[in-house]
């Protein structure tokens, strides 16, 4: 399982998982415009 640091926290994240993703379910919340549930990226 690959591990992230944000904000000086060790956070380990699960395969496939965005930074997006780790960083909401360490509890930080980030304000996203781009980031829809269930929507494919793009560009």
């Known amino acids: ?4 640091t944000i904000n000086h ?3 380990e994240v699960p395969d496939g ?3 997006l993703d780790a960083a909401l379910a360490a509890g930080y919340r980030i304000p996203t415009l ?3 549930e269930g929507r494919k990226p793009l560009g």
């Not at 399982?1 to 992230?4: D, E, G, H, Q, T």
Request: aromatic share 0%; net charge positive.
């Open 34 to 36: 781009c980031h829809m």
């Open 1 to 4: 399982m690959p591990k992230l």
């Open 9 to 11: 926290r060790t956070v």
């Open 17 to 19: 998982r965005t930074v």
